[in-house]
């Protein structure tokens, strides 16, 4: 028997439930402007702390139509920009002219695959096109093993291509950008650029449970809570400072079953299936540039190199704040994070190693 989890309404009802739930984390203020919207097919919150309404309904507005264009432009799958672009490597064109922000988003994006040692990698849309992913309602068939093993072969990098200016070459027609594992953080980045820019100081903002603080929520630091991969409320709080983000990767935001097998959205480049015996992966980073999309880009090699190596995928990545929740519901953490996390069944918990 066949079950998918897409974005149709029962999925939708279920985001808006952890939502309310994770504002129910929040410590509420009567001065609080709060708005949401359904945009990366995930859910969308912001949080803004006191101030002025008029200038907070303002500021959300503007961050909400940012992330609708930028929706429409890096869609991997749906007329856009993107699409485009994939299209023109697919037929063996150069010097392919994109936007800007796409030839940064790859520039950007080649620096991390790098330092992943090739996990975190946008060039393998094709792969989870095959996996069905590329449609908003996952599900079978299983793809030919054949199929997946020849895409494997190509082996489409993020080495493959070439910036110059804004125009893009590829040695590899194998490649299909996908940038679906770095786009809640980057919007993160650029929520809080543009709150900042409309003289937002405090505010929270939460991209399908990849979420960033601004300044802090009446005096103190924003309070959040991490959901359990298999429902039943949170699996740990934490207080998130001033430009610290969350990002979370988890085989139950987007997946199908087959015969009691569950198959999500994170691929192993290496191996072309999705990777099995991890449930989800979190990861917390300082205030920084780009702080947004290193935790949501930090957070696929953590998954993928799974219980034995995650905790060298998160050094390579620069990440000693990490949290592993594996197959059976156990949790390994670094001390780093440990100590920052108040969990609600800590019998689940083991430190980093063991």
Known sequence: MKHWRGCDHRRLLALLFSA??????????????????????TLVEITIADGDATLARKAVGQV?????????ELHAWKAGELVVLNQAIASGKENIRTTKEIAALIRETQR?????????????????????FHRDKPGGPLPDPEEIARIVHANPRMSDLSVQGDAVTSTN?????????????????????????????????????????????AGRPWFIGLDSPRGGGFLATLDLKDGEAIGTSGDYRRYYEID?????????????????????VTVLVAKQPGAGALSDAASKP????????WRNAALRMGISQAML??????VHVTPELRARLLFSDPTLVRAAGK
């Open 64 to 72: 909400f139509r940012e992330f609708d264009r930028m929706h429409r």
């Open 302 to 309: 953590i998954f993928i190199e799974g219980l034995a190596g």
């Open 260 to 280: 009691g097998m569950r198959y999500s959205h994170i691929i192993d480049p290496r191996t072309g299936y999705p990777v099995p015996g991890v449930q989800s």
């Open 325 to 330: 929740v594996d197959s059976e519901g156990i």
């Open 20 to 41: 309310l739930a994770a504002l129910a984390c929040v410590r509420a203020t009567a001065a609080d402007h709060r708005a949401s919207s359904y945009v990366f097919g």
């Open 173 to 217: 027609p194998s490649v299909q950008l996908d940038f679906g594992g770095y786009a809640k953080g980057y919007a993160l980045d650029r929520a809080a650029d543009l709150l900042r820019e409309n003289g937002i100081k405090d505010a929270l903002v939460n991209v399908g449970g990849n979420i960033m603080a601004l300044g802090d929520h």
């Open 112 to 132: 991390l695959a790098a330092r992943s040692e090739g996990l975190f990698n946008p060039a393998i849309g094709k792969l989870v096109g095959l996996w069905s």
